[in-house]
């Protein structure tokens, strides 16, 4: 990578319309965008909006014929005395030319939403995963490793290149994923939630490098749906509404009208989250035992390494009937290590897990799992089922019987998923996809809920979902403890903030 671009290059779109196979509706229709050489142009827009089916088009991971019908022009604009590429011109015909992945990503680095799909799932270290696509086109080996370097530097990897990536977090996972797109230095970057996941050291690690390609001359497309400080900071921003753009110009002037309203994008503010308190705390009434309650609980993965810290050391933490507790602390600080002990997912080295009062040490984990619903940090991992509501149903008839059936549909109503019943999940947005895990714990109306960034890939609607199931879980009696890097969030809904930082659960 080299402190100044040798090829600048323009990305000019002009989507007609874009159909998925099978589908009646186009998932984009008259959509244009133009991403010139050191500028950062923003795209936002609410769940199920277009957005990543756009930046997937833009990528090169989408294409006419194979994926969908498309129609429309992509083009590849070098500046200088180069000689123009021809632009790419689609007419949703057999004819249609063919987009070369690999050429395609030698000028255009994409990041999608799910930073696990970057990965090739092959290697076993960090350091391999970044150097896996300059292997592929034949990297000289010391400019390979220089390379490498120095992305993981910008990433703020340099002291994880030895680990493996399926053990880091959802906030190293993104940077690692960033990392990959930039180690070819691409002259556009295409983005997609670049800053979920992650704590406030990532965030600003990623704006950094951001602001450093822009310098350099790398054109960037960001895809939000948050008016957060990088989007603010982009020159152009283009609204996206069911598939449609809706909205177009300044920053300034969008903000100051009213087009953002009701697209679903969250609108916050630049200076990060305001200092709102947190809920008064429930009183636990006379008699009453927490609804989780951990005692001196340890936990390493590295059992063989005596010198090593531990991950969790004696941590302890009560969690009241009605009462919401929300985790915070840095990206790799155990928080998700945390949950899986709650449900016996994880077994800890030393100490004691209870719920309402008693230990679940031995237990199954499926019969832990009708006190306790876990909501993963990666909404894929809980989804198998053929249909949405098979997915809600999936073993509920055995715990309810002939309940089940309406518990189903009550869950699904209450993440706004009631009529997406027949939808196979992975046809849903990234925001469809995690309240409908939410649903599946829902349905079976748990003694505690312990949810894991429970507000990422969510709009502006799908907060109001997420936050409404909270208020009603906790009114029932429920206890809810939630993993966030969304303090604002937090503070909102919270009666508590406890942060682990270190190994160690601190406000407790």
């Excluded at 690692?176 to 800053?195: H, K």
Aim: one cysteine or more; charged letters at 20%.
């Amino acid at each position: 990578m080299n402190s100044h671009k040798p090829d600048a290059v323009t990305l000019r779109a002009a989507i007609e319309s874009f159909a998925f196979h099978g589908d009646s509706r186009p998932a984009l229709q008259g959509v244009d965008i133009v991403a010139a050489p050191g500028t950062l142009t923003a795209v936002l827009g609410g769940s199920g909006s277009g957005k990543s089916t756009l930046g997937r088009l833009l990528g090169g991971w989408l294409a006419g014929g194979r994926d969908g019908t498309l129609k429309g022009r992509l083009q590849l604009e070098p500046g200088g005395q180069q000689e123009a590429w021809q632009p790419l011109v689609f007419a949703g015909a057999d004819t249609d030319p063919q987009i070369d992945p690999a050429a395609w990503a030698e000028q255009v680095g994409y990041v999608p939403q799910d930073p696990a799909a970057m990965l090739s799932a092959v290697r076993a270290t960090v350091e391999e995963e970044l150097a896996f696509g300059l292997e592929n086109r034949g990297t000289e080996r010391a400019e390979m490793v220089r390379i490498v370097a120095e992305a993981a530097r910008r990433t703020g990897l340099a002291g994880l290149l030895e680990r493996d990536p399926a053990t880091l977090s959802g906030g190293e996972l993104r940077r690692l994923a960033v990392g990959c797109a930039i180690v070819a230095d691409p002259a556009v970057l295409v983005l997609d939630e670049p800053l979920a996941s992650l704590d406030v050291d990532g965030t600003r690690t990623v704006t950094e490098l951001v602001t450093a390609e822009l310098a350099r001359g790398t054109a960037v497309v960001l895809l939000s749906q948050s008016t957060d400080a990088l989007a603010r900071s982009a020159e152009h921003w283009l609204v996206l509404d069911g598939g449609a753009a809706t909205a177009a110009g300044p920053p300034d002037r969008l903000l100051a009208g009213e087009e953002l309203a009701s697209s679903g994008v969250v609108v916050s503010e630049p200076s990060g989250p305001h200092p709102v308190q947190a809920q008064p705390r429930p009183c636990p009434a006379p008699g009453d035992v927490p609804a989780l309650k951990l005692e001196g609980v340890s936990f390493g993965f590295d059992t063989k390494n005596p010198g090593r810290p531990l991950l969790l050391e004696n941590v302890d933490l009560d969690v009241w009937p009605g009462e919401i507790v929300a985790v915070t602390g840095p990206n790799g600080a155990g928080k998700s290590t945390l949950l899986r002990l709650f449900n016996g997912l994880l077994k800890p080295l030393r100490g004691e897990v209870r719920i309402g009062g008693e230990a679940i040490a031995g237990v199954p984990t499926g019969i832990i799992a009708r006190r306790l619903g876990l909501l993963f940090q990666h909404p894929h991992d809980q989804l198998f089922e053929r249909t949405v509501l098979r997915e809600v149903l999936f073993g509920l008839d055995r715990v309810f019987g002939d309940e089940a059936p309406g518990r189903a549909a009550d869950a699904l109503a209450a993440v706004g998923l009631g009529a997406a019943g027949s939808a196979h999940p992975h046809e849903l947005s990234g925001s469809g996809q995690r309240l409908l895990a939410l649903a599946t714990v829902l349905a079976r109306e748990p003694e505690v809920l312990a949810l894991d960034e429970p507000t990422v890939a969510l709009d502006a609607h799908g907060l109001k979902r997420l936050s409404a199931t909270m208020t009603a879980a906790a009114g029932r009696g429920a206890a809810v403890v939630l993993v966030t890097h969304d303090l604002a969030f937090a503070r909102a809904h919270a009666h508590r903030l406890v942060e682990l930082r270190d190994g160690v659960l601190a406000g407790r």
